[in-house]
């Protein structure tokens, strides 16, 4: 199983896409590094994100006991903060991963973000980490119809500085307090999208094959139509809020609370029947979210989904070079495409 801690609403960015800063949690609402003891031991992965994480003054408390709960552990962060973003990655070197937002080249990503030299300051903090020898490092996007145009460029300055790179779409949820975040031209957003999923497919990284197929997810997800894979949030990832509330996910359009970890134990709350309720609104959810969180659970799961895939377009782009274009990804109910 996998989690994700959002470990406070507060955040010093004013993002376009993202409405989570004029709703701050208050730092005494939020919960103490103490209640992570409740979590269940041996997670496979998790997400330490925010609002703005680094704004938390005990976040290495927290990191502490996430490492003793996960197999990795991995913060997402706007990069503004590169002192404390150094004095956290040095305080637990190569056992913690650092993602870095970055929204586009300089222009696009301090307009969208808000935050003046927004981007040098995340760059700093990627090359910083990279210069202490920190492997588990990368940025990502989250794209929408204003930055479409610096993905692929983004894509090959990680590619050149050997760092993950991360994608998303913007989309609504009461987590980001938006409803109206659309895409005004979809087609080329996707096109986009496809161009990366050809990149990934063509290098010689497994890994990035199977990044191919999710960003070809995403392009989907622009596009309108069902996620690929069955959402089983709630039951193979959980997210948990400032204030200790157990959920299945942050993209619902409201929120679906499993339980307080403040009042119950973890498995208690996993256990019981507002949980089993819960898993029957993801079921029904109309969503259709593909986001990390719950896309790679469910890829890890149906592995010969995404894998046929992968065969698939290796093939056709031996056959026919990358001008052969990728198969479309569609919803799967079972182990058949």
């Not at 004013?14 to 609402?29: E, K, L």
């Not at 760059?123 to 989250?142: M, N, P, S, V, Y």
């Not at 959810?285 to 698939?312: N, Y």
Request: some cysteine; charged content about 25%; proline content about 5%.
């Amino acid at each position: 199983m996998e989690a994700c801690l959002i470990v406070t609403y507060r955040c010093n960015a004013r993002c376009h896409m993202c409405d989570t800063w004029q709703h701050p949690s208050r730092p005494d609402a939020e919960f103490s590094p103490s209640l992570l003891h409740k979590l269940p031991d041996g997670l496979r992965f998790m997400n330490i994100t925010g609002g703005e994480p680094f704004l938390r003054s005990d976040l290495a408390e927290i990191v502490e006991i996430a490492l003793r709960k996960s197999k990795r552990v991995v913060v997402s962060s706007n990069g503004y903060l590169t002192d404390r973003i150094l004095a956290l990655a040095d305080r637990f070197g190569p056992r913690l991963g650092i993602r870095i937002s970055i929204e586009g080249l300089p222009a696009a990503n301090d307009e969208l973000r808000g935050l003046k030299d927004g981007f040098d300051h995340g760059l700093r903090t990627l090359l910083e980490l990279g210069a202490r020898g920190f492997k588990d490092i990368g940025f990502g996007i989250t794209v929408s119809d204003r930055n479409v145009h610096d993905l692929m460029e983004l894509y090959r300055l990680a590619d050149a500085m050997g760092l993950e790179f991360a994608t998303a779409v913007t989309h609504n949820s009461f987590y980001f307090h938006k409803t109206d975040n659309a895409f005004a031209v979809p087609e080329r957003i996707t096109t986009e999208f496809e161009r990366l999923a050809g990149a990934l497919l063509s290098t010689r990284s497994p890994k990035k094959w199977f990044r191919a197929y999710f960003n070809m997810g995403l392009a989907n997800k622009v596009q309108g139509g069902e996620r690929p894979l069955p959402c089983e949030a709630g039951t193979d990832v959980f997210f948990l809020d400032p204030a200790g509330n157990v959920m299945p996910c942050n993209g619902s359009a409201e929120p679906m609370v499993m339980g307080s970890l403040h009042a119950q134990d973890f498995e208690s709350i996993w256990s019981s029947d507002r949980a089993r309720e819960v898993r029957g609104q993801v079921a029904t959810c109309s969503q259709q979210c593909w986001m990390i969180g719950s896309a790679a659970p469910a890829m890890k799961k149906r592995i010969t989904v995404p894998g046929a895939w992968v065969i698939r377009n290796k093939l056709r782009q031996f056959r026919l070079g990358n001008g052969g274009g990728l198969d479309p990804v569609g919803f799967v109910s079972g182990e058949r495409e």
